[in-house]
């Protein structure tokens, strides 16, 4: 009786991340509907914002995502995905929360607990490819494998073969971020392995395609889809789904 319950609670919680992909897929429609066919460029790959001390936002280029799309996010649990539990951060300490955090208020409206205070950094467990690392510096430092096509930066680039949302995992290969990075559903979250073929524990991840489609990725399905290099930092980052 208990495996069947848990076998439907799973299925459930997979539907509940899909819809939640769906919403945040028609979020970025309707910005770039707005705005000339484009998304909001971003150097990054995570939808994340960062806040000096004073609480403003520190403007760089990372942020240029949540200003963006921020306005067009009326249910700020469209961001969570269920099965992320844990609600508050392990890691980093109040008052962040990193891409495992679900509070009552949603990811991108959090406070801190027990304050009315936005925390300093907020992440998601999505990865939000459209037009990342889209900028003239950046350009031609990723590439795409297993058959992918490039991430769309303006509308006539999405097709039911581009990417524009999965899930948060990739293996990073240098730096303080060096390991694997495993938040799709079932995953681990954050492991020193660079191996997620063999140390990954993801069962599947939904992935948003440029048509508005969701579809399933089971766990043996999943391969770097593409890969970024950043020498001076990261070195090379593999992204799975």
């Known amino acids: 009786m208990l495996p069947a319950l848990s076998k439907v609670k799973s299925l459930a919680k997979k539907v509940i991340c899909s819809t939640r992909i ?25 939808p994340y914002i960062m ?15 949540w200003e963006g799309y921020y306005p067009y996010i009326d249910d700020p649990w469209i961001t969570i995905c269920p099965f992320r539990k844990t609600k508050k951060d392990e890691i ?9 955090s679900i509070h009552e208020s949603g990811a991108w409206r959090s406070k801190v607990e027990g304050t009315d205070d936005a925390p300093l950094y907020i992440n ?11 900028d003239a510096a950046q350009k ?24 524009l949302i999965s899930h948060l995992t990739f293996t990073v290969e240098n730096g303080t ?41 089971r766990r043996s399905k999943m391969k770097v889809r593409a890969v970024y290099n950043d020498p001076d930092w990261y070195g090379d980052v593999e992204f799975y789904y």
């Open 22 to 46: 769906k919403q945040q897929l028609y979020v970025q429609f309707t910005y770039h509907a707005d705005n000339n066919g484009k998304f909001p460029l971003h150097n990054s790959w995570m």
């Open 51 to 65: 806040k000096n001390g004073d609480g403003t936002i520190m403007g760089d280029d990372y942020d240029i995502t």
């Open 92 to 100: 980093w300490g109040d008052p962040y929360f990193n891409v495992s």
């Open 124 to 134: 998601l467990a999505y990865n939000w490819f459209a037009r990342s690392f889209d």
């Open 140 to 163: 031609g430092e990723v590439r795409f494998l297993n058959g992918e096509s490039p991430w769309p930066g303006k509308q006539e680039e999405c097709s039911s073969n581009s990417t």
């Open 177 to 217: 971020s060096a390991g694997m990075y495993d938040y799709s559903h079932g995953g681990s979250g954050w492991d020193l392995s660079l191996e997620f073929e063999t140390s990954g524990k993801s069962l599947d991840t939904p992935v948003g395609r440029g048509d508005g489609s969701i579809i399933s990725v």
